[in-house]
């Protein structure tokens, strides 16, 4: 079953402006991550928070966790039209030593040069 | 960084036809290997997840004489779509992780696109 929501489901926005994407989910985690898709491809790790962490960076991205919402965001800065893709977030469970994700069901971003 | 190698890209084929998709980790040992289903503008859905050298566990719904996995060694896992049918066509993902814990990233291959006439 899916755990995490996104929102919005769709953002069109021109190159150069910002890009901010919301996972909100329900259950405790250990980590949240990250993943973006091209159309018709796998899918690619951005970035990886662990629950006890409140911000992380990797070049234009930006994620923010926030645990007691249970909720994280993607900022892209200065976005390019190579950033069109679909992006997910995905939860590492708190209570499971498995590896398994559970993925959200993803925004789609359009970068219009 | 981790590559993993997922083939074939892109099947066609009969209704009943058995179908065998590979995923390989190129460049590191993957303890854990995840199957994911995923339709037109959804998310992804796992199917099971993979140990080398023990049986996989399957999600809920999914079923194991139907989506036959094996994981024989650290770099390979194949999937088999038994006797296929129409509405088995869909796009097929696989991932790789060192460690079968959640705080590492998984890899994943560049997907299937399995059509079933």
């Known amino acids: 079953s899916q755990q995490g929501e996104e929102d919005p489901q769709a953002l069109s926005i021109q190159e150069g402006e910002n890009a901010t994407m919301n996972c909100s989910y329900k259950?405790?985690?250990?980590?949240l991550q990250w993943y973006r898709q091209n159309s018709g491809r796998g899918l690619v790790h951005l970035i990886l928070?662990?629950?006890?962490?409140r911000e992380k960076h990797s070049g234009r991205l930006r994620v923010t966790l926030d645990t007691s919402k249970k909720s994280s965001s993607l900022l892209i800065t200065a976005s390019r039209a190579a950033d069109t893709a679909s992006y997910f977030c995905?939860?590492?469970?708190?209570?499971?030593?498995?590896?398994?994700?559970?993925f959200g069901q993803g925004t789609t971003l359009q970068v219009k040069p | 960084g981790a590559v993993v190698s997922q083939h074939p890209s892109w099947v066609i084929c009969k209704s009943g036809t058995s179908v065998k998709i590979e995923c390989r980790s190129l460049?590191?040992?993957?303890?854990?290997m995840f199957w994911y289903r995923q339709f037109p503008k959804q998310s992804l859905m796992l199917m099971a997840t993979?140990?080398?050298?023990?049986?996989?566990?399957?999600e809920q719904g999914v079923e194991k004489d139907k989506f036959l996995i094996n994981h024989a060694s650290l770099t390979l896992s194949t999937l088999t779509v038994t006797s296929a049918h129409p509405e088995d066509s869909s796009f097929y993902i696989c991932?790789?992780?060192?460690?079968?814990?959640?705080?590492?990233?998984?890899?994943f291959g560049d997907g299937t696109r399995l059509s079933i006439l």
């Open positions: 259950t405790s985690i250990n980590n």
């Open positions: 993979s140990n080398e050298g023990s049986k996989a566990t399957y």
């Open positions: 995905a939860t590492g469970l708190g209570s499971s030593n498995t590896g398994k994700l559970i």
């Open positions: 460049d590191f040992q993957a303890t854990t």
């Open positions: 991932s790789a992780q060192w460690g079968a814990i959640s705080n590492q990233p998984q890899h």
């Open positions: 928070i662990r629950s006890n962490e």
